[in-house]
C-alpha cells in the first residue's frame, strides 16, 4: 500500500480529531478496501452477499464509517482512481499473487475448521470489484457527498487538491501521498483512536531536502512503480541525497541503477490530476440510501441501522439536515 519505507523519515504525530476541520479529500480506494477488509471479517457472509453470490460488504462499511467524518466537522470528497499507469503493472501482478495464496490459505483453514484463520485471511483476499465501485458512487451519490474521478492514481488526485487549497486533507494509509505532494495527510482514520498527521513540509525540513530529492530518495529505496537499489533502505537514502545531490549522482556513487528513473520521477513530480469542482453542500436523502442498502441489495437492516442513526445525527448536529 505504497512505499512504507517512508514510514521511517516522514514526519507524524498524532492528532486529536478536534483538531481538524475542513474538507478532505478521501483515496477512495484505499479507505474502501480497509472498510471492506474488516467488515469481510467481522461480519457473517450472508449479511453482505446477495441471493446470487454477490459480494457487497463495502456498503456496510460505508454506512459504517461516514459518520466520523461529519461527527468531526469534515467533510468528504472521495476520489476514485482513474486506470493504472503501465509502470505500476508488476506492483498489480504482485497483489494479484498475494490475494490468490492467501485464498488458498483460506480455503485449507476452512477445511480444518479453523474459522478464526478463515476469516482473517478471507480479509485479505479482498479486491475492488467493479460491483464494489458501481455500488459505492450510487451510495455516496444518494448521501450526497461529493466524488471526484482521477485521471490516474487516486493518492495523487487527492495530493493534489490538497496542495493547491481544494481539500484541507488527505484521508489515507498511502506514504506516496508526500511524494505526491500532499502537505497533510491524516492516516489511520479509520480506526477508532486519534489519528496520525503526516506533514510534507515537517518532513523535508527535518531532512533538509527538497519534495525532489525526496522523490529520489524513494525512488532508491524501490516505490510501487520501481524496484530500489537492494541494501539501500530509507536512512541511507537519505543521506545519500543530503549528500550527493539527486538520483543520478546518488546512483553513479553507488555502481547500481534504477529502472525508468525518468519516468518514476515525472509520475511523482507532475502526475496526471485534474482541478475537479464539487459542491461541499452535503444534503443526503437517507431513506433512499437506506433503501438502496437493504432493499435493492438485501443487506440485513440490523447490519447498517445504527450507521444510518449515526449518519442521520450527525449531519443534524452540523446543520445539514434539509435532505430529500
Known sequence: ???????????????????????????????????????????????????????????????????????????????FDGGPTELKSDEV??????????????????????????????????????????????LLRLLDVPIVEAPAEGEAQAAHMNATGAADYVVSEDYDVLLFGGLQTLRQFTGSGSPELMELQATLAHHDLTREQLIDAAILCG????????????KTAVSLL??????????ETEGATVA????????????????????????????????????????PEGQVANGFEKLDDALTQTGLDDWA
Request: glycine share 6%; aromatic share 8%.
Open 1 to 79: 500500500m505504497g512505499n512504507a519505507d517512508l514510514r521511517d523519515i516522514a514526519a507524524l504525530r498524532d492528532v486529536s480529531v478536534d483538531e481538524v476541520s475542513g474538507v478532505v479529500a478521501v483515496d477512495a480506494h484505499n479507505w474502501l478496501y480497509r472498510y471492506l477488509t474488516t467488515t469481510v471479517r467481522f461480519t457473517a457472509e450472508a449479511a453482505y452477499t446477495t441471493a446470487d453470490g454477490e459480494e457487497v460488504a463495502n456498503l456496510i462499511g460505508i454506512v459504517k464509517g461516514l459518520p466520523k467524518f461529519f461527527d468531526n466537522n469534515l467533510t468528504p470528497v472521495f476520489v
Open 93 to 138: 501482478e504482485r497483489r494479484r499473487e498475494q490475494r490468490e495464496a492467501a485464498e488458498e490459505r483460506r480455503a485449507a483453514a476452512e477445511e480444518r475448521g479453523d474459522s478464526v484463520e478463515a476469516a482473517r485471511l478471507a480479509a485479505q483476499t479482498q479486491r475492488l470489484t467493479r460491483t464494489i465501485q458501481d455500488t459505492s458512487r450510487e
Open 223 to 234: 516505490t510501487d512503480f520501481n524496484d530500489g537499489v537492494s541494501g539501500i533502505g530509507p
Open 242 to 251: 543530503q549528500e550527493h545531490g539527486d538520483l543520478f549522482a546518488a546512483l
Open 260 to 299: 525508468n528513473p525518468d519516468a518514476v520521477r515525472s509520475l511523482f513530480r507532475d502526475p496526471p490530476v485534474t482541478d475537479a469542482a464539487f459542491d461541499t453542500q452535503v444534503t443526503p436523502d437517507i431513506d433512499a440510501a437506506r433503501a438502496y442498502v437493504t432493499e435493492e441489495w438485501g443487506v
